[in-house]
């Protein structure tokens, strides 16, 4: 019993864990649902947050990250006004905060290379349309220009990345990361038309650096 619990402090003592910094772009679109023949194209938005890495076993890991993202996607949106409803092409651009938790296996001896697979959760607190033709449009339907009501607070999906650090030091890595998230759930709430189902699809593109902490 006692030897037992020696070995799982030791096991605890000895896991590796570090943190990470990152900084970078992501390219995302929307899935319509079928009856939507309307075409969604990404446009170049920010990502930007910290992570924790902890190694359960050399090479297997758990890590979370907490990021803040602003996703722009350039397509075919509702238009709702005072007893009209249509659509008109617009940019929206929905921002979120997303914390994503993953496997990962890491191998390399001087470059640390590794993929990484799990699940994330977004909350999207904001969603709004800034596009230089909305004036044209009807500058008095204001509801147009704020989408946040029309789409859930809440985002879940499929994440999956590779990535490799660079060592500069013992403790210190330069990061550069790639990873896609699926979205699987519908963020829509509008109830009319071919709109009533989106899902998110998200492809980030981050560097940064890595700092071992133990």
């Not at 449009?137 to 029309?150: H, L, M």
């Not at 809440?154 to 999956?160: M, N, S, Y």
């Not at 660079?166 to 509008?190: A, H, T, Y």
């Amino acid at each position: 019993m006692l030897s037992s619990l020696i070995f799982v402090i030791h096991s605890a003592n000895a896991q590796k864990t570090e943190v990470e910094l990152l900084i970078g772009t992501n390219l995302s679109t929307l899935k319509p649902n079928v009856s939507n023949n309307s075409e969604y194209f990404p446009k170049f938005g920010f990502t930007e947050g910290i992570g924790l890495n902890t190694y359960l076993h050399p090479g297997v890991s758990l890590g979370f990250r907490l990021l803040y993202q602003r996703q722009i996607v350039r397509g075919m949106f509702p238009f709702q006004g005072p007893g009209y409803v249509g659509d008109v092409r617009l940019t929206t651009s929905f921002d979120k905060l997303t914390l994503p938790v993953v496997g990962r296996y890491t191998f390399g001896e001087k470059i640390k290379f590794t993929g990484e697979f799990g699940w994330f959760l977004s909350y999207q607190y904001s969603a709004s349309v800034k596009d230089p033709d909305y004036v044209d449009v009807n500058p008095y339907y204001y509801e147009f220009a704020e989408q946040t009501k029309k789409y859930t607070l809440f985002d879940a999906g499929i994440t999956l990345g590779v990535s490799a650090q660079i060592p500069i030091d013992e403790r210190l890595s330069f990061k550069l990361l790639v990873f896609n998230n699926f979205g699987q759930v519908n963020i829509s709430k509008i109830k009319y038309g071919q709109y009533q189902s989106f899902e998110t699809n998200s492809v980030n593109i981050l560097a940064g650096f890595t700092y071992k902490i133990k």
